[in-house]
């Protein structure tokens, strides 16, 4: 894992990006390399890759607002992303099937978490399916139940993890 290196998106960087998005999630559920440019350009800084080498392995990303809850809409309006708000959504935390139980997803999931700190944020929302809940409640997210969003007619669990005293 010493090779591992974390840097921000850039616009340049959306092939990468929709070939990890792709590997990692079906059709349905997967954003297109169209939607990944939009957000690449409203909020690369908000796109965490991590690396191996030179091969991108893993990949977090999701914009900042000021809604307290993930909705669809979120997924398809990168022009919603507010750089003041105060939650950082997490729309994707994924790895390559190759590089999956190394820990990579852990290693981004923690750089987020951290710069949300920094950033003054009062926390951080994703949702998962329910086989992932255990995994996200280590990082100290709260399952708060099912989400109302329906992204890929699949069933999400809304989930939070809380950093600021309004909370």
């Not at 507010?82 to 935390?93: D, K, S, T, Y």
């Not at 926390?123 to 100290?140: A, D, Q, S, W």
Request: charged share 25%; proline share 4%; with cysteine.
């Amino acid at each position: 894992m010493e090779t591992m290196t974390i840097r921000y998106g850039t616009e340049e960087d959306a092939a990468i990006a929709a070939a990890i998005e792709a590997a990692c999630f079906p059709p349905a559920e997967a954003a297109t390399p169209k939607q990944l440019r939009e957000r690449l350009h409203y909020y690369g800084n908000h796109f965490w890759f991590l690396f191996d080498g030179e091969r991108p392995v893993s990949l977090v990303d999701g914009f900042v607002t000021d809604e307290r809850d993930l909705t669809d809409e979120m997924y398809e309006r990168a022009d919603l992303h507010n750089e003041q708000g105060a939650w950082q959504m997490i729309f994707g935390v994924n790895t390559i099937p190759e590089y999956r139980r190394r820990g990579c997803a852990g290693i981004l999931l923690n750089r987020v978490i951290a710069d949300a700190k920094a950033q003054g944020r009062e926390g951080l929302v994703l949702t998962c399916k329910e086989r992932l809940i255990p995994y996200y409640g280590k990082f100290g997210f709260r399952n708060e139940g099912i989400s109302a969003s329906v992204h890929g007619n699949v069933t999400w669990y809304q989930m939070r993890l809380c950093l600021g005293e309004r909370a």
